[in-house]
């Protein structure tokens, strides 16, 4: 493996497996509040897979991600 270079496999469409993409890219400098960490192993789950062919589609609306519960952030000010 080249230095400053990361293996990763990404989808950027939907579909079967011929949507997986491996590629090399460079690895992100992590910033203030950030931490890089490397990957040694790691593993897919059903969710992973129903996401990649599209399954969760029909669950997304205006707020964003499937199946996460939208909470109110209120900010008070006092005089």
């Known amino acids: 493996m080249t230095p400053g270079i990361m293996r990763a496999v990404r989808i950027f ?4 497996t011929g949507v ?9 400098d ?3 509040n950030d931490l890089l960490v490397k990957v040694i192993a790691t ?9 990649r062919r599209g399954d969760f589609l029909k669950h997304f609306n205006q707020s964003g ?12 000010t006092r005089s």
């Open 65 to 76: 991600l499937p199946g996460r519960k939208k909470i109110p952030i209120t900010s008070t």
């Open 43 to 51: 593993g897919v789950s059903g969710w992973d897979i129903k996401y």
């Open 20 to 28: 997986l993409k491996t590629d090399d890219y460079p690895i992100p």
């Open 13 to 16: 469409e939907h579909g079967d």
């Open 30 to 32: 992590p910033g203030g």
